[in-house]
């Protein structure tokens, strides 16, 4: 942990940071104050979200007594305007990522893919005739006579219901659960466009 801790001394957060994560990668006992330095490092990384996880985990194993806890709750302070402005922001997701288009359905929510019911023939056999598209009866003479199918009128075959006889249909989107957004690994300005603007000076 000295390592990391001499990161921070030089505000080299990426350092430590990485120093951190190995540390509790490596499943060896984790120092107590580590969280609460862990903590401080997600701060300034602006990983604000994770930086509460941490700083509350070490207030709940710590309590009163942790060397750092009054630094805890001041970062705990600190920790409130940047996560009401996660909360605020309709860009980025709860961890304060910027959402970008979901790759998968580019942002439209919803993929066409093969229809299931009918397996993107758009049509499906008719059930009243068996797909013969002929229906028997029985007559008040006891012999059989055959009858077109009116439902299908003869032949035998109906357009899916389910597509529409198109044989593919539209559904939410499974990689964004129909939302069109996923989050990104670029954290959120808060802000529509950061582009300069040419017209100003
Ligand atoms: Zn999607
Ligand atoms: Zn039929
Ligand atoms: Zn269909
Ligand atoms: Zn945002």
Known sequence: MKGALAAMERSDYQTANS?????????QPLPEEMPYYFSETLFHLGQFDNSQNFVNKYLE?????GQNYEYAVRLKEKLKEPLAQIIACEL?????????????C??????????????????????????????????IFNIVEFF???RCTGKGR???SSCGGSGKEVSACKNCEGSGKTA??????????THPDPTKK
């Open 19 to 27: 120093i951190f994560r190995n540390l509790i990668d490596s499943g």
């Open 158 to 160: 109906l357009s899916c």
């Open 184 to 193: 990104s690994a670029d954290l959120c300005s808060h802000a529509e466009h």
């Open 61 to 65: 194993l710590t309590g009163f007594n």
């Open 106 to 139: 580019d942002g439209n929510k919803q993929v066409e893919q093969a229809c299931a019911y009918c397996k993107a023939n758009g049509v499906v056999g008719c059930s009243r005739c068996g797909a013969s598209g002929m229906l028997k009866k029985l007559n």
């Open 92 to 104: 980025c997701d709860r961890r304060g990522y910027r959402y970008a288009p979901c790759p998968l």
């Open 148 to 150: 077109e199918c009116e």
